[in-house]
């Protein structure tokens, strides 16, 4: 039996897309990741500049506590600034084919012919559209807005802060646990393993290869931490 889709059409079979996913899937990715790397390169860094296990921890959660709002405030100023682009275009689609509906007619029509439409079957498929949603048909077609992942600012934000402090937790929780003296070590290995599940679990949701996904996380993991441990060493022999 036929269901109706998205729009209220039936069709015979749902077929999962997973773009419809991209909105949160970025905002949790994006932020467990930065979690977990800046988190973890800020302990190693500290720690390569000092010998002290509190200060280290300290600087640990500090940095979660920072980075978690510093997401949640800059993916909602980020998403709440693409809703409005998005709005204001939607308000000037109205505008436009309430003053001028034949020109818009025109234009929906050439879309479709430059899409390979003959032209008479682009006028007959530009008018079908209009007459059962216009604005619709010109945001989809026209400006490329979809309903597929709308922008939800405070969603982004909140994800955004959650999986960003999950993912620090894992080396500040692994380095309140290791000895002093093998901290760094520690922590870099807890890090390279959960960058590499976290890179496997974004790949897998947005279905895209695994492998390659997991190595490119974990070499710029590796790149990140050994820059900070040197940039720790350096500073820490100045003082």
């Known amino acids: 039996m036929a269901r109706p889709d998205n729009h209220g059409i039936p069709s015979a079979h749902e077929e999962p ?3 419809g996913r991209s909105g949160w899937l970025r905002a949790a990715v994006m932020g467990a990741n930065d979690g977990i790397l800046s988190t973890a390169s800020l302990i190693m860094g500290v720690a390569a500049g000092a010998s002290d296990h509190v200060t280290i921890m300290l600087a640990g959660a500090a940095g979660m506590a920072a980075g978690a709002l510093s997401m949640a405030a800059g993916e909602y100023v980020s998403v709440s600034s693409q809703e409005d682009v998005e709005q204001a275009d939607i308000r000037k689609e109205k505008a436009e084919l309430k ?3 034949d020109g818009e007619l025109d234009e929906l029509t050439a879309i479709y012919e430059t899409r390979g439409l003959p ?5 007959e498929v530009a008018e079908q559209l209009t007459e059962a949603d216009a604005l619709g048909a010109h945001l989809r077609d026209e400006i ?3 309903d597929l992942s709308p922008p939800r600012p405070l969603q982004a934000a909140v994800v955004s802060a959650l999986t960003f402090a999950a993912g620090a937790s894992v080396p500040l929780g ?4 290791a000895p002093l003296d093998s901290l760094q070590v520690w922590v870099g290995g807890a890090t390279l393993v959960a960058l590499g599940a976290l890179g496997a679990f974004g790949a897998q949701a947005g279905g895209a290869p695994r492998r ?3 190595l490119r996380v974990m070499v710029w993991g590796v790149l990140a931490m050994a820059a900070t441990s040197a940039i720790g060493a350096l500073v820490g022999q100045a003082l």
């Not at 032209?119 to 006028?123: K, M, Q, W």
């Not at 692994?174 to 646990?177: D, E, L, P, T, Y």
Request: glycine content about 10%; proline content about 10%; overall charge positive.
């Open 17 to 19: 897309h997973l773009s």
């Open 99 to 101: 003053r001028n509906p």
């Open 119 to 123: 032209p008479e079957l682009a006028r």
């Open 144 to 146: 490329g807005l979809t």
């Open 174 to 177: 692994v380095g309140a646990i």
């Open 212 to 214: 390659r996904a997991t």
